[in-house]
């Protein structure tokens, strides 16, 4: 199969390290939330090489980690779960 721009796919996972933590990005949302988020890679592929330029071309796998800093009480509900056993619990 070949892609847009004659990129293949089949490409060559390339082994990495991480050289620096990922920092958190903080964002203080309109409604006076406060979330941080980083980025975690997961895999880099070399996918072949610009036809243009010769460069190689690297598609890389991340996800984003989101974390609730501060929530305002207005914001928050309290919704019944229902555990295992039956019993109503709240979170």
Known sequence: MVMPNNYSD???LVEFEIEEEPKWITVKLKDGSIIQIKMEIVAIMRNGNDMNSGLPIYMVQATNII???KVPKELMSKKKIEDQKGQTMYR
Do not use: A, D, H, S
């Open 10 to 12: 089949q490409g060559e």
């Open 67 to 69: 974390r609730l800093t």
